[in-house]
């Protein structure tokens, strides 16, 4: 079982930069790949990247195309934390932000379903 805790959402001004912080509880945080996704307001909820690892490869992140080269996805598995780091924000990045945990593999999977365990979400508002 991991239970996972968003925060660091806030309001921010389009061009701003935000860093979300998902802390796990448990002992088997690095055995998980941990993506972020985020839901908008009247829109389905949708993936942002993920982070996968393994202790030969090192990590590796996969971003949806709306936020490649803006957002940037860390992990400190010593802290039991996943980061998004935002940049550049623009208003249609305003949302509902989720981070979840799901089978350590290295490939891209953005498919809800298949990650295991979700936060709460934190919001995060930019303004134009």
């Known amino acids: 079982q991991v239970q996972l805790v968003e925060s660091g959402g806030g309001l921010v001004q389009a061009g701003g930069s935000l860093r979300l912080s998902c802390a796990a509880s448990?002992?088997?945080?690095?055995?998980?790949?941990m993506g972020w996704f985020r839901q908008a307001p009247g829109k389905e909820r949708e993936f942002v990247g993920r982070?996968?690892?393994?202790?030969?490869?090192?990590?590796?992140?996969y971003y949806a195309d709306s936020v490649k080269g803006r957002f940037t996805i860390s992990r400190d598995n010593a802290k039991n934390t996943v980061y998004l780091q935002m940049n550049s924000l623009k208003p249609e990045d305003t949302a509902v932000y989720y981070c979840a945990a799901g089978r350590n593999t290295l490939y891209e999977i953005r498919n809800e379903g298949d990650y295991d365990y979700w936060g709460q979400g934190t919001q995060v508002t930019v303004s134009s």
């Open positions: 448990g002992r088997t945080f690095s055995s998980y790949a």
């Open positions: 982070i996968a690892w393994n202790g030969w490869s090192g990590s590796i992140t």
